[in-house]
């Protein structure tokens, strides 16, 4: 149950894009489609961004997307903005009811 | 409005023990897996234990396994998980976590404030 490797850190200029990537095994991101993605501020409960790997939940602006291949998925978020500098974390279900999560990549804009 | 609502964190010496409560409102919980996941100070998340929707199915990281034990009363909208043998990397803020569909797999669209746990002499 180790953890799903994210980048430490990645950063960007308001307007631009970037790209976190979350790569696992075969056994979790390379197994199932029920990879996710959540923002969280400093001092905030973690906000659901993305669903089963490239689905947005209501209200999510579309600058958000996700992908997977293999085992790794990726969040892209282009058109960069001030207010998504936040912690943004993957999370996989890993069989037999249970989840794993990236260790979180810190975003600054 | 969906809610979920933690409480019971606290200071604990090693080897000491807590009741950590979760009372949901806005949704039939009774039709929801529900789980803990948990936040070290400065650190990421992790998925602690999940529990179906009429607990009879139950499921923990192996870091919590044989320590911790995750239950839920669906006549109270309440979830809990008892604390045992704490350790100090157990200290982190213990989130109540629904899921946004109800099954198990399903990632989590509806967060508590989370409760702050610290395992401490």
């Known amino acids: ?109 | 409005e969906v809610e979920l609502v933690e409480s019971g964190g606290g200071l604990v010496q090693p080897g000491g023990s807590l009741r950590l409560s979760c009372a949901a409102s806005g949704f039939t919980f009774d039709t929801f897996y529900m789980s803990w996941v948990r936040q070290a100070p400065g650190k990421g998340l992790e998925w602690v234990a999940n529990i179906n929707q009429d607990g009879s199915e139950k499921s923990y990281v192996d870091a919590v396994k044989g320590r911790f034990t995750i239950s839920r009363d669906n006549a109270k909208n309440s979830l809990f998980m008892q604390l045992n043998s704490l350790r100090a990397e157990d200290t982190a803020v213990y989130y109540c976590a629904r899921p946004r569909a109800p099954r198990v797999a399903d990632p989590y669209d509806c967060w508590g404030q989370g409760t702050l746990v610290t395992v401490s002499s």
Request: hydrophobic share 25%.
């Open chain 1, 1 to 109: 149950q180790s953890a799903l490797t994210q980048p430490r850190s990645v950063s960007g200029s308001p307007g631009q894009s970037v790209t976190i990537s979350c790569t696992g095994t075969s056994s979790d991101v390379g197994r199932y489609n029920y990879v996710s993605w959540y923002q969280q501020h400093p001092g905030k409960a973690p906000k659901l961004i993305i669903y089963a790997v490239n689905n947005r939940p209501s209200g999510v602006p579309d600058r958000f997307s996700g992908s997977k291949s293999g085992n790794t998925a990726s969040l892209t978020i282009s058109g960069l903005q001030a207010e998504d500098e936040a912690d943004y974390y993957c999370c996989s279900y890993a069989g037999s009811y249970t989840m794993i999560f990236g260790g979180g990549t810190k975003l600054t804009v």
